[in-house]
Nanobody, 128 residues
Framework: QVQLVESGGGLVQAGGSLRVSCAAS????????MGWFRQAPGKNRQFVAG????????FYADSVKGRFTISRDNDKNTSALEMDSLKPDDTAIYFC?????????????????????WGQGTQVTVSS
């Protein structure tokens, strides 16, 4: 199984940028599709972005499309979420997640229940 640790959260003003990262260990990183989710206070956790095992396929929630960029580095066992033009509504705990794959089918996943492993989350706060 894989262990995931997020880092890079913090406080940023509206309109600013922030990058959160996820370090994976314990298994072959390229055997996993990766995703980022977030949970705001009093709300359910929601999908933000997903990336396929190769990195060639990405998928975004409409609310972040054009502002956020998901990436991965299979040599460094990391995934990152670059967040630009941040809004106060982006304030949440951000989680990375990993979905174990058993084929070479290269697709990004967006359903929370599909993901097998989760990090502990990192807080992102956007002030107005």
């Amino acid at each position: 199984q894989v262990q995931l640790v997020e880092s890079g959260g913090g406080l940023v003003q509206a309109g600013g940028s922030l990058r959160v990262s996820c370090a994976a260990s314990g298994d072959t990183f390229s055997s996993y599709a990766m995703g980022w989710f977030r949970q705001a206070p009093g709300k359910n956790r929601q999908f933000v972005a997903g990336i396929s095992w190769s990195g060639r396929i990405t998928f975004y929630a409409d609310s972040v499309k054009g502002r956020f960029t998901i990436s991965r580095d299979n040599d460094k066992n990391t995934s990152a979420l670059e967040m630009d033009s941040l809004k106060p509504d982006d304030t949440a705990i951000y989680f990375c997640a990993a979905k174990r794959l058993y084929s070479d089918y290269d697709v990004a996943h967006y359903l929370e229940y599909e993901y097998d492993y989760w990090g502990q989350g990192t807080q992102v706060t956007v002030s107005s």
